[in-house]
């Protein structure tokens, strides 16, 4: 389904621009698939073709793109171009096109073909332009090598020249290319030279108008109260929204047409929460391996730490841009808020313990889930590692060995597995410290760091859960160091 409205939005920029002004322009949406980008594409191309003007597409996540050194991308567009403008001249040849010549050449060759037509200009269409970009390319020569800075200082001094002739339109989810002054130690040829816009997220009224569509499909209507919903849920995302009308559709199991309200709508939200987390896990840990910077403001908003969301925001500017671009936060009178409620609770849920500002109940809450968190798994791993050296016959004998005698008399009875037994252990978590203690050449491999940085953790974290701390409290300073600890012991046993 396109959105017309939407794309209208954005088509009639862009065909302005195409008709008026030939030159650049670039285009980015959230770096959350699906959200409507290829639709506007298609909208645009669909308009250029009606109207009878050109264009030519170019699919930069094509490896037959990004696979291209610069110089044989600027033939392939300067062939493209004299099969799209339906010329009688000569072709291009590959041969002219080493990389010592061939922006002379370019230049040669474009120009004779424009001529050798009615003077019509011409759009190039660079869509998932971040594959040929630094830093973000798909393929070593676009993303650490100068191939970016050659290939477009080729086309912008042709455009300088010659500004009747083409348009380009870069489509995208990283407007890095176009917003940094510099990139590979280069100055950017594209660095504000390119008018921008983003996709804009559903308001209201056209979520109103998407979802009442699909309904009608489906035999469904909505209570009004349904739209604003949809809208704080899924922040105007319009694939998140029609696979939720997808759920609502399965779930409604009464005769049709039926009108959806807020306890149904509810209900069905709850029971499909891990279906839009897996999604949201998905896209997610894109943003967060290739945009670090916005998904570290994304988790300081998510976890209220206003005063360093505030710094960072101060001090980059151009990552607020991005988000609020993107649609993911909203801004009104300096403060920020979540955009899309799914999000924001994802995030929240996967970052909870780098809230800030808690009280010292939360802070002893924190401490005793994490730490029994880490005993459990620190009896799984114990077990895996001593069976996988020594044997399944030598678990048993090997704990009672790192054990007082006191207690080995205690737990004698117990055999090897009840032992480490992940739930149901009667080891204290002091004695599985021993256990790792005595036996380090076993786990050092597991935890990859000095012993005496691995033993003070688990023995600061084992302090902590004595209940004399929990009388007298615990200080601040004291807690953000068991955080330390608690993400060094859960990211060495996260796997096993």
């Known amino acids: 389904m396109v959105d017309v409205s939407r794309a209208h939005q954005l088509c009639s920029f862009v065909i302005w621009l195409y008709g008026n002004y030939p030159g650049i322009c670039g285009v980015f949406q959230q770096p959350l698939r699906k959200s409507g ?158 008018p921008d816009s983003y996709v804009p997220s559903f308001d209201v009224s056209k979520v109103r108008e998407m979802t009442r569509k699909l309904g009608r499909y489906m035999g469904m209507k909505y209570d009004e109260q349904i739209y604003g919903l949809l809208c704080d849920d899924f922040g105007g995302h319009p694939f998140l929204i029609r696979q939720f009308c997808s759920e ?41 391996e290739n945009y670090e910077d916005e998904y570290d403001l994304m988790r300081m908003l998510a976890s209220d730490d206003v ?68 005993e459990k798994r620190l009896r799984i791993v114990a077990y895996k590692v001593i069976a996988l050296h020594k044997g399944k016959r030598q678990v048993k004998e090997l704990v009672l060995s790192a054990i007082s005698s006191s207690r080995r008399e205690k737990v004698a009875i117990q055999s090897g597995d009840q032992l480490l037994n992940d739930e149901q252990s009667p080891l204290f978590f002091l004695e599985l410290i021993e256990i790792i203690n005595k036996n380090w050449e076993l786990f050092e491999n597991v935890f990859e760091e000095r012993k005496d940085k691995i033993l003070n953790a688990l023995r600061d974290i084992n302090e902590s859960g004595r209940p004399d701390c929990h009388a007298k409290g615990i200080r601040r300073e004291d807690f953000q160091q068991l955080r330390l600890h608690f993400n060094l012991l859960e990211d060495k046993l996260h796997g096993w």
């Open 37 to 194: 980008k290829t639709s506007i594409i298609y909208a645009i191309e669909r308009r250029l073709a009606s109207s009878g003007s050109h264009y030519v597409s170019i699919d930069c996540e094509s490896p037959s793109i990004h696979r291209l050194r610069w110089n044989e991308l600027l033939f392939k567009i300067a062939t493209l171009y004299h099969e799209e403008r339906r010329s009688k001249i000569r072709p291009p040849n590959a041969d002219n096109y080493n990389d010592k010549d061939c922006a002379d050449q370019f230049a040669r060759d474009m120009k004779k073909i424009y001529t050798s037509k009615k003077a019509a200009p011409t759009m190039f269409i660079f869509d998932e332009v971040e594959r040929i970009s630094p830093g973000s390319a798909s393929s070593l020569h676009w993303r650490d090598g100068d191939d970016f800075i050659y290939f477009w200082q080729t086309m912008r001094a042709f455009y300088q020249r010659n500004p009747g002739v083409f348009t380009y339109l870069l489509v995208g989810t990283n407007p890095n290319c176009v917003e940094s002054p510099t990139l590979n130690g280069h100055e950017n040829p594209l660095f504000k030279s390119v």
């Open 248 to 288: 609502l559709h399965k779930q409604c199991t009464k005769d049709r047409p039926q009108t959806i309200r807020k306890p149904f709508y509810v209900t069905v939200k709850r029971s499909v929460e891990r279906q839009i987390e897996e999604y949201l896990d998905m896209i997610l840990t894109v943003l967060k």
């Open 307 to 374: 005063s360093s969301f505030s710094e960072f925001a101060n001090y980059n500017p151009r990552i607020i841009k991005h988000l609020l671009g993107y649609g993911l936060i909203i801004e009104d009178q300096g403060k920020y808020a979540f955009n899309i409620e799914a999000v924001k609770l994802y995030v929240s849920k996967k970052h909870k313990f780098d809230r800030v500002n808690l009280t010292a109940e939360e802070m002893r809450t924190e401490i005793s889930l994490r730490r029994n968190r880490i």
